[in-house]
């Protein structure tokens, strides 16, 4: 089975931190302000690699968020973690089967998928619900290739990344030369090493305040001038950062995310 080479579009349907922004009752002016960049729903990511369609996460505003992207295919979702904010949108995949009955494959840490399928034992274990979406589970510890759910005929080679949330270890992944890692305080060596090379990394940046569990926007940059890629998007931020306010601040190739941005990536596999 070949492997998709072809052109990569990545969108970030979600870049928010667990509450959303603006947070329920809060009157700060992050959460009043008019810009939309600071309208930030929990994180979400596609990545469309030469036409196949591969969710990161499927959190609370999912349903939300493929409205506004025009979304009608997924061919694969790559969990992180089993935290609410990012998968409890897994019931809201069930119209993805409306005219494509194939299964929609869930691929998570041995760890997550075995939280994941007793959190969602009416998906992945009891099935009793004839409307249930239809997802199976799958537990990766290794580089695995994803195949079409619509052409077969495709595939493209994902890489999970292992890092920690606080003490939680959970997945990043790469897809040629882009890498998304989401709720991370910490990235082992061995991790940093598979971050080699890359076009473009997405990486979590909660804010300037220490966090037992999330890099701080400073962390974030330190580690984006290692690996040295070409261009980094920070995720997952607070109500404390102000998107105006904050880009300016920011090295060179290193730029806060937002709401919808979309991107391609260039060509080519490690």
């Known amino acids: ?15 928010g931190t667990s509450t959303g922004i603006p947070v329920i009752g809060c009157t700060c002016r992050v959460c009043q302000s008019n810009d939309p960049r600071d309208k930030r729903t929990r994180c979400a990511c596609l990545i469309d690699v030469d036409g196949l369609h591969l969710l990161v996460d499927v959190g609370p505003d999912f349903r939300t968020q493929a409205l506004r992207a025009g979304l009608t295919r997924i061919d694969a979702v790559l969990l992180t973690h089993h935290h609410f904010d990012h998968v409890v949108g ?10 494509n009955a194939t299964p929609i494959t869930c691929y998570a840490r041995p760890d997550t998928a075995d939280t994941l399928r007793d959190m969602f034992r009416y998906i992945f274990i009891d099935r009793a619900y004839p409307g249930v979406a239809n997802l199976r589970m799958e537990a990766v ?4 290739r994803i195949a079409g759910r619509y052409d077969i005929s495709r595939s ?3 890489t999970p990344i292992e890092a920690f949330h606080g003490k939680l270890p959970l997945h990043g992944y790469r897809v040629g030369r882009f890498a998304y890692l989401t709720d991370t305080s910490h990235i082992p060596p061995e991790s940093m090493a ?26 974030a940059v330190e580690v984006a001038q290692r690996l040295g890629a070409r261009q980094t998007y920070l995720i997952h931020m607070t109500h404390h950062i102000l998107h105006m306010e904050e880009e300016v601040r920011l090295p060179a190739g290193i730029e806060l995310a937002y709401d919808g941005l979309s991107f391609e990536v260039r060509p080519g596999a490690r």
């Open 156 to 158: 493209v080679m994902v």
């Open 1 to 15: 089975m070949p492997s998709s080479e072809g052109a990569m579009r990545v969108t970030l349907l979600g870049t």
């Open 141 to 144: 510890v290794a580089p695995f």
């Open 90 to 99: 897994l019931d809201d995949l069930r119209p993805f089967f409306f005219d």
């Open 194 to 219: 598979l971050l080699e090379d890359l076009d473009v990394l997405v990486l979590d940046a909660l804010r300037h305040e220490a966090h037992p569990s999330h890099f701080t926007i400073e962390q």
